[in-house]
């Protein structure tokens, strides 16, 4: 029935309810094999999806999807079964709520914590506008150690809303969730006596409490949605459920860690840059036991479970706590460690003020391990790694290294063994190129990595993208330009640069052009005469699609950086 | 006995130390009353230190303190007695800790809510590097409500430390402490039922309770420190203190929030933009019914008061929540309402990643107010706003508007009203200029100053200050160059700008040269002959100083724009 386009939910017996479940979660594995994404958080609130179309009344209610990767059986229910296939590719479906879809989706995610926060903003817009219509958060116990919504939750009663937050208890972030305020919440379904005080807590907050509630029971969770709405008329209410992510799908429920994001079918053969940490990580740590290692949910995906294994008591996952993440990092430094904290580059971002504040104005030898680099294909906007090397540049004492492969990340990261300033290596997912080392690392060093002719052109290339393109790109033409690999954002090498007599230069970087290396490199040259070219990432948010359409698509112009080698040749 | 240098708290007797709680209050009035600074909370935390200093063992022991304003009397006993009269003063002692400073100051504060987090990485490098000595976070109530307090609270049983954390309540952030974990934390003063809740919902972070305590009694907060280090033995221990902010000063104690930051005899008596901002808000709000404002714990400091008096259900004060902020922001603009965020530049940067992600992303049409932009003096490193042009440039949707006076703020206030994508609006602390409008206010519009007369140097000025500079140098040098208000940052006004004929550009901005307009001006004129020279602050972080001073050794060198200015005429 799902394929229906006037399907309507409400209108649906037990029976069938529990049948449409089903159908969605089939669709979802056959579409997640094929396009890739999100698997098992999406199987495990099939349920608490189809009780919400039952219960409330979409658009006209809201939801939002903390973090958004779990939203597949909402868009399957809200008119989007027939591009369903399109998931993740460009120009199909987005694999995360996006407000230019479809009127159901009222508030685009992407990033962890933000839900409630956004619950109560529509809903105090909803008042002060005399409008009626719940507004609902989904929220990840994950997400839900964030400090955003503790901001959130204080903020309830300043603006004075009710809103329904849905607790979405699985045990897991990306890695099993750890930390204090999980275990608070854990302990709810197990012991009563704390479960009361849990509840005192959370109705200190202005928030009524329902749960715990098996979310994977369609009729259970129809219920507490019911008795939520109920109590939603009093005041903002919180209802705690517990559900299985990869439910209904046996290799999934086994595999939570594995299937949370899934390549699509026939990818995944390439060696990746994680890897690669992972194993120098191991090596370092061996070496120095000052090295300590910290991630915010990411263990798995960032290569760093064998160090967690190896080091238990210098591996800390800190759960989806970014900032706190990076204050640890600069204490620890402080006290005398040597921390490295990995990362997407994405989720960096929300320690910005500490990169600043507490690391770079202190000074402190933090090493931050950047992956996801770049643009990073299919999870769209909110997942692009492009803004990194133009906001660690504008701070002062920060040190930023772009490996251009494998090899020369795992000889950066020998060298920030003992490099006593912030220092930044970032780095794409995958690596598939080797070009061999001809210089060794110096902080602020450039290398050339053709003969230095002083040719008419010399192309400056940050990262192994760039770097690959430049010699596809002699390649191509025949123009026999010097290539130099830029692999310190910043500092830049000013004695190598100066040195540089061809009169024309081209820069390349995958990162936005605004801030990037190309400022720095023209800044190097004003007024000295020279003819330079930028190719970088133009000033627009990138959506999904596959890595190399969209890196021409939204800047890297093979047409144009062809007329540029070209140009000075008849 | 405050001038001993070889003081020893812990020999004193209780008599002597009571007196010498007097002693530090007297120095403290003297010296804010003459330097400027924070007051009131300084004045609340004299016991509080001098019992510190009695039962713990400084600078074996560490500690830090939460925005680190209140740190004069703990700098008054670790031996900064006698410069204690440079306090915020060029080259003399800072308002905040800094580890330059002495080695009892071991951690660097100036934004609120790290401290826990701070001393959870402090502690776990002691006991990997198998040392001793104990970590005392000291934090204010209005700090407690920040989300990264939470993310801290959580890390204690990832890293499994013990820390002492010490929250010193006094009801007051900068604003009066408001939202639901004040109101939590309050209770326990006051409902012993709800206390024990309280307890237990701490100590399932693994942290035992203890208070409350009058922080203000010498021996009442002498004995609760005793015992909070005989529990910290087994587990990390919150002490919770009740303090007056203000006290032993009647004035401060009757006026906390104006006497949180006090500015030296004498100033104080210019126009502020805050006031302009304040002003043009309630007219805006009379006008708009969907004008709504939100501050973090801010509102008389950005001169809001008048809208929360006016408009109190449009007017929101999240407390120190940054990052619920913005993001409140988003979805109310989402919801149909026109969102004004008012905030320091410095502290706009913990709100970094839902800049981009909540609100760029999604273009939707929040206003940030952002005040003390540019050097702001006093306060230091961690409070210059010499960051902000540059991190909100690579934002893809924003558009970043920088007023040369307090009229212009104005207009442009008026000018956001109907404009529909995320907008910036920046200026420093001070008005003091008026330089007359010479075109509407429209989004990427340059102005001209002075006539066009395309001499052989146009200057683009971003701020009043830039403007400033510009005007007092073509008086001083007499050299008729053209100047231009670069009033919008992004995007810039490209038609202006090709159109100008002067040969040589010059750019001036109060923000680092870094990422900043002098980047975009050189962007537009890449390849296209001109001669271009940027003034702006160099890549190192600002001490504390005079502003003119400030500005002129960081980067504003006057020397080097007179020479550039006259370099033309023999």
């Given at each position: 029935m799902l394929e229906k386009n006037d399907l309507n939910v409400k209108a649906l017996s037990a029976e069938e309810r529990e049948r449409l479940c089903e159908e969605i979660r089939r669709k979802i594995i056959e579409t997640v094999t094929v396009c890739g994404g999100h698997l098992s958080s999406n199987l495990g609130v099939v349920e608490l999806t189809v009780g919400m179309f039952f219960v409330f009344d979409f658009p006209r209610d809201k939801v939002i999807w903390d973090v958004g990767h779990q939203c597949y059986a909402y868009k399957l229910l809200s008119g989007r079964y027939e591009k369903f296939h399109t998931l993740r590719q460009k120009d199909g479906l987005s694999g995360f709520p996006k407000r230019r879809e479809s009127v159901y989706d009222c508030y685009d995610t992407g990033h962890a914590g933000n839900s409630v926060s956004a619950a109560i903003g529509l809903a105090k817009a909803r008042d002060l506008k005399g409008e009626s219509g719940r507004v609902i958060a989904v929220i990840g116990d994950g997400s839900f150690n964030n400090g955003l919504i503790y901001e959130a939750l204080n903020g309830i009663s300043v603006l004075d809303v009710r809103v329904l937050i849905i607790l979405n208890d699985n045990d897991m972030s990306i890695s099993p969730t750890v930390g204090g305020t999980h275990e608070l919440l854990g302990q709810n379904a197990r012991d009563e006596e704390l479960k009361k005080k849990n509840i005192a807590l959370i109705e200190q907050y202005g928030v009524q409490y329902v749960g715990v509630v098996n979310g994977n029971d369609l009729g259970e969770v129809t219920d507490a949605l019911r008795r939520a709405d109920e109590l939603l008329q009093k005041s903002s209410v919180l209802l705690h459920i517990k559900t299985k992510k990869g439910m209904g799908y046996d290799f999934c429920e086994e595999n939570p860690m594995q299937t949370h994001g899934v390549a699509p079918n026939g990818s995944g053969a390439e060696k990746e840059y994680s890897s690669v940490f992972g194993d120098t990580m191991l090596a370092l740590a061996r070496k120095d036991e000052r090295v300590v290692a910290v991630t915010a949910a990411m263990t798995d995906a960032l290569g760093l479970r064998p160090f967690f294994n190896a080091f238990p008591e210098r591996a800390f996952d800190v759960s989806i706590c970014e900032e706190n993440a990076a204050v640890l990092c600069a204490a620890m430094a402080q006290g005398g460690l040597k921390p490295y904290y990995a990362i997407y580059s994405t989720f960096l971002q929300r320690a910005f003020d500490e990169l600043i504040h507490d690391i770079c104005a202190q000074d402190l030898p933090v090493t931050f391990c950047i992956d996801r680099g770049g643009i990073s294909g299919a999870d769209g906007e909110t997942h692009q790694g492009v803004f990194d090397l133009s906001y660690l540049s504008i701070i002062p004492n920060m040190t930023i290294a772009v490996p251009k492969d494998g090899k020369e990340l795992a000889d950066m990261l020998e060298f920030s063994l003992t490099y006593p300033h912030p220092l930044a290596i970032r780095y794409p997912r995958s690596a598939k190129a080797a070009f061999g080392c001809k210089r060794a690392i110096e902080a602020g060093t450039f290398e050339y990595l053709t003969d230095k002719t002083d040719a008419d052109l010399t192309v400056l290339a940050a990262g192994e993208r760039a770097v690959s393109l430049a010699f596809r790109l002699r390649e191509e033409t025949g123009v026999p330009f010097d290539i130099v690999n830029?692999?310190?954002?910043?500092?830049?090498?000013e004695a190598l640069l100066g040195a540089i007599r061809s009169p024309r230069i081209l820069t390349i970087e995958d990162n936005v052009r605004m801030g990037g290396l190309g400022d720095q490199i023209d800044r190097f040259y004003l007024n000295a005469g020279k003819e330079i070219y930028n190719f970088a990432y133009y000033d627009r948010f990138i959506p999904q699609g596959d890595v190399a359409g969209l890196q021409e698509e939204y800047g890297w112009d093979l047409e144009e950086i062809r007329a540029c080698i070209q140009k000075g040749r008849k």
């Open positions: 830029a692999r310190f954002v910043k500092p830049i090498d």
